[in-house]
């Protein structure tokens, strides 16, 4: 791929030194199917049967529903949201392999996210030693007794303080020899009306937002003086994009996989008071409100969520609009509000952990959650359709039709309308707004740039020497355009499979390649002949566009009165029809 410094050399040192099945299987439950292939249920798009496939011997994944696939570097850059450089790097660091040092020179962009990631590890670093500090963190220690968490907690989050000031932070990083591009794009500092930089954190407690991956990537301030804003966040940066990003998803991961659901909570401290009380399959909007992407990113480790959002009419408003992002999403919903308007953090230590988890295990499916909360709007005749309608719309995103039977009956029964004419007015409902897209579309499945026949003819000079050297000899030297086919066909030539994904730069022929090297040919009917039906077409193909190439270039030589040019082309094209039927001939039938 292009758009990085990295030679094929370390690029393929990397990969040979990482085995995608590993890669793929830390996130991923991957079952064998077929000799050397394993399946799984895709982390890209909704599907209730695995169409997800990795190829151990070409090291290579591919998914047959969305069409996403490509080496364990592209899994982690779709799966983590990384960059090219940043997934090399983090299996070359799983490797043991020293990548050389980017320079602004190497790639502008790829830099300054370099940069941004070590000045946050600084940044979260300093916060730390602030909150330590015997007489400049006392502020924050003594908060976060009040919060009554286990120093563990404090320590696995990485919390820190800022106290009052206007270059706490500015100060130590310029000490550290950081630049002032650097500090300016990070978030973290503004500029005063005379030009210069300052603190955007003073007096705050500080939380560390990671990314998939560990990295830090920006931070949550909850105030410890007189702020109206009592919590406020890092800006957007290049390394941070609030709607793709979760806080507490990196140290949930494995939890959530083992749980099999995740619990989903709006604030800093609701998370950190579970994972206090031991419950770790917890994640955190902090505040903002769940997106389409937040909830795809959710899809990919488990198939269940049940939201605890705050127990007040805020709360409750912010869980409802969740349940229709998370459903379109393919995530089972459950919901719950806490009693009193508490939220998770006062419920826990109020009552227990345990308390908590029987609540969980109560949470109620979204349609009754929903009916239930939209209380006095229930009432009447008018409300209770509202409402009816408002889940329709929820109800809609999904693609499966015996969850949403059950749904609908569901919908009837909480609130008091006949089954029948609850289902035929979502019928109705659904064919009106048939040509609408749905509120909360995750992950689209385009239409794929290439034929079956031209997968599966791929996939047969991947696995057979003697067709592979065949289409050589046949198509070495045949001009036939740009389209992906094509492009798997010259790279397959000139340099075999091996690096045919670093020869490729087209996303549409990296995605044939993949899905070719993933196949099951046991399920294709004589692919061989199918092999050999293809190698004549696309050589009759590149005839017949010839001839008619020709045939312009004839017309243009008569209207010009060329005679010399025009006997010249004519000449061409009785060569062209001669080999058009000494081909057709040879091959009339298949070998």
């Known amino acids: 791929m292009a758009g990085h410094k990295y030679s094929r050399d370390i690029v393929a ?9 590993d890669i793929v299987g830390a996130a991923l439950e991957l079952k064998p199917s077929g000799t050397g292939r394993l399946k799984a249920l895709c982390p890209f798009h909704h599907e209730k049967t695995p169409s997800f496939m990795v ?23 779709e799966h983590e949201g990384l960059s090219f450089v940043e997934a090399l790097k983090k299996l070359a660091d799983r490797a043991g392999i020293r990548l050389p040092a980017l320079t602004e020179r190497d790639d502008k962009t790829e830099y300054l996210r370099t940069q941004l990631l070590e000045f946050n590890r600084f940044a979260g670093r300093h916060y730390r030693e602030l909150l330590r500090h015997p007489m400049r963190g006392s502020a924050g220690r003594q908060y976060l007794k009040t919060r009554q968490l286990k120093d563990e907690t404090i320590q696995k989050f990485n919390l820190g303080y800022i106290p009052e000031g206007w270059s706490n932070l500015l100060d130590a990083a310029r000490e550290q020899g950081f630049k002032d591009g650097v500090l300016e794009a990070s978030g973290l500092f503004k500029r005063g009306d005379g030009g210069r930089l300052y603190d955007f954190f003073r007096n705050r407690l500080m939380f560390p937002i990671e990314d998939v991956s560990g990295n830090v990537v920006a931070f949550g ?22 709607g793709r990003t979760l806080y507490g998803l990196y140290r949930a991961r494995d939890a959530m996989r083992r749980e099999k659901f995740a619990i989903l909570v709006e604030g800093y401290f609701d998370l950190l008071r579970c994972f206090d009380a031991g419950i770790e399959n917890v994640v955190a909007t902090c505040g903002t409100a769940l997106t389409p992407e937040q909830a795809a990113l959710i899809r990919r480790y488990v198939p269940e969520v049940v939201i605890v959002y705050d127990g007040d009419a805020a709360g409750i408003q912010a869980a409802v609009k969740a349940t229709g992002i998370l459903s379109a999403a393919g995530l089972t919903v459950r919901a719950m509000a806490l009693p009193d308007n508490q939220d998770p953090d006062d419920y826990i230590k109020a009552q227990s952990a345990e308390a908590f988890r029987d609540l ?14 939209s209380g006095a709007r229930t009432a009447t005749i008018e409300g209770r359709s509202d409402v009816a309608r408002e889940l329709f719309e929820i109800l809609r995103g999904l693609d499966d039709e015996l969850r949403i039977d059950q749904y609908v009956k569901r919908i009837a ?14 019928n109705a409902f659904r064919r009106k707004s048939a040509r609408r897209p ?17 997968c599966v003819f791929v996939a047969v000079l991947l696995t057979n020497g003697p067709l592979l050297s065949k289409a050589r000899e046949e198509l070495e030297d045949t001009p036939f355009g740009e389209t992906p086919l094509a492009q798997i066909l010259r790279a397959l030539f000139q340099s075999g499979p091996e690096t045919l994904l670093q020869d490729v730069e087209d996303e549409a022929a990296r995605q044939l390649f993949a899905a070719a090297a993933t196949m099951d040919l046991e399920s294709v009917k004589d692919p061989e002949t199918l092999a050999l039906k293809q190698i004549s077409r696309i050589q009759k193909d590149s005839l017949r566009s010839r001839a008619e190439d020709l ?41």
């Open 13 to 21: 040192e990397v990969l040979a030194a990482n085995d995608i099945v």
């Open 55 to 77: 190829n151990r011997q070409r090291q290579i994944f591919h998914c047959f529903g969305c069409g996403k696939g490509g080496d364990a570097v592209g899994f982690l850059m």
């Open 221 to 242: 301030g909850r105030d410890m003086g007189d702020s109206p804003a009592k919590y406020i966040n890092s800006p957007e940066t290049p390394v941070y994009k609030k």
């Open 360 to 373: 969980l295990a109560q949470a109620q499916d979204f349609v009754t959650f929903y009916a239930r909360m």
């Open 413 to 426: 029964q909480e609130l008091g309308l006949t089954e029948w004419a609850c289902r035929s007015e979502f």
């Open 438 to 454: 749905a509120t909360a579309e995750v992950e689209s499945i385009k239409p794929r740039p290439f034929s079956r026949d031209d």
């Open 551 to 591: 045939m312009n270039k004839i017309r243009d030589a008569e209207r010009a009165k060329d005679q010399d040019r025009m006997m010249e082309l004519v000449a061409q094209k009785a060569a062209l029809d001669k080999q058009s039927k000494r081909w057709d001939t040879v091959h009339s039938r298949p070998a």
